[in-house]
T-cell receptor, first 112, second 111 residues
Framework: DGGITQSPKYLFRKEGQNVTLSCEQN?????MYWYRQDPGQGLRLIYY???????QKGDIAEGYSVSREKKESFPLTVTSAQKNPTAFYLC???????????FGPGTRLTVL | QKEVEQNSGPLSVPEGAIASLNCTYS??????FFWYRQYSGKSPELIMF????GDKEDGRFTAQLNKASQYVSLLIRDSQPSDSATYLC???????????FGSGTRLQVQP
């Protein structure tokens, strides 16, 4: 199957813990993105990466970190510095030269 | 002023009617425009994209773009209860390699 996978689907975190969300794609897409969605709101950009070993901060990068060691993978770490991490996290990807982004199924993170 | 604005709704239409969803954007240099559908608890799925002024049709969906007035709309003909979802407008602003999303319009199609 081709597509974008995210794991886990649901994640529970205690305050003060770091957690890592996985995003993998086998579409041979060049660019990958992380968005956050809060209830009743649109998507806000956390980080994006256009090529391996390079990434840029989005609009709400504070308290998050990423890596892009392989083209297929773009994991997101939610650190303890993120004050309000409970949200729906969406990973997306696209081909270079095309604007259309495609989304993974998402990870719902809840801080207990 | 938000970069991409949508009426949050809910927009309620009877089954079989035309649903009209609107979106305005602030960056006049924006180059491409997207409509995504998002069911509750699910991730967004692409419906249509449009780059040029005018209309673009795909089945029951028509996207309309007016760059001079900085708005883009989505028409859904013969609305079905299965169309009930939140519709997100997204814009690719000049010089930015990520989409900027509106907060979405919730559509309810009444059987």
């Amino acid at each position: 199957d081709g597509g974008i996978t995210q794991s886990p689907k649901y994640l529970f975190r205690k305050e003060g813990q770091n957690v890592t969300l996985s995003c993998e794609q086998n579409l041979n897409h060049d660019a990958m993105y992380w968005y956050r969605q809060d209830p009743g709101q649109g998507l806000r950009l956390i980080y994006y990466s256009q090529i391996v070993n390079d990434f840029q901060k989005g609009d709400i990068a504070e308290g998050y970190s990423v890596s892009r060691e392989k083209k297929e993978s773009f994991p997101l770490t939610v650190t303890s510095a993120q004050k309000n991490p409970t949200a729906f996290y969406l990973c997306a990807s696209r081909w270079e030269g095309a604007d259309t982004q495609y989304f993974g199924p998402g990870t719902r993170l809840t801080v207990l | 002023q938000k970069e991409v604005e949508q009426n949050s709704g809910p927009l309620s239409v009877p089954e079989g009617a035309i649903a009209s969803l609107n979106c305005t954007y602030s960056d006049r240099g924006s180059q491409s425009f997207f409509w995504y559908r998002q069911y509750s608890g699910k991730s967004p799925e692409l419906i249509m994209f449009i780059y040029s002024n005018g209309d673009k049709e795909d089945g029951r969906f028509t996207a309309q773009l007016n760059k001079a007035s900085q708005y883009v709309s989505l028409l859904i003909r013969d609305s079905q209860p299965s169309d009930s979802a939140t519709y997100l407008c997204a814009v690719n602003r000049r010089g930015r390699r990520a989409l900027t999303f509106g907060s979405g319009t919730r559509l309810q199609v009444q059987p």
